[in-house]
């Protein structure tokens, strides 16, 4: 009796820790596909936006020198404002993607530490029905 018990108590914990480690392994593999893709978008955004800063100004050169300062002025804002729109984003899905990490793995601490008491409950209270003393 005592000995199917710790064999149900341990089955318990291993397919909750299996359980654990597949939703903290699903959630950071998540995590990395959000901040792959998101970079990814950046990047895109970063290299299109220095293609038509680059047509511009080339263009502005082309028809005429007088525009180049205010063009290039324009461009370099242009870049600077999609740079810190590309950080910014990077940076709020590196957050969500932490905070999806951080909260998964409390999820995860919870239900193997729920689990190791439950087990330790019934293997204590099988060993008092056996063993009152």
Do not use: I, K
Request: aromatic content about 0%; hydrophobic content about 35%.
């Amino acid at each position: 009796m005592v000995s199917s018990t710790l064999q149900r108590a341990r089955s318990m914990v291993s397919s909750t820790l299996q359980r654990a480690r597949s939703m903290v392994s699903s959630t950071l593999q998540r995590a990395r596909s959000m901040v792959s893709s998101t970079l990814q978008r950046a990047r895109s955004m970063v290299s299109s936006t220095l293609q038509r800063a680059r047509s511009m100004v080339s263009s502005t050169l082309q028809r005429a020198r007088s525009m180049v300062s205010s063009t290039l002025h324009r461009a370099r804002s242009m870049v600077s404002s999609t740079l810190q729109r590309a950080r910014s984003m990077v940076s709020s899905t590196l957050q969500r993607a932490r905070s999806m990490v951080s909260s998964t793995l409390q999820r995860a601490r919870s239900m193997v530490s729920s689990t190791l008491q439950r087990a330790r409950s019934m293997v204590s209270s099988t060993l008092q029905r056996v063993d009152p003393w």
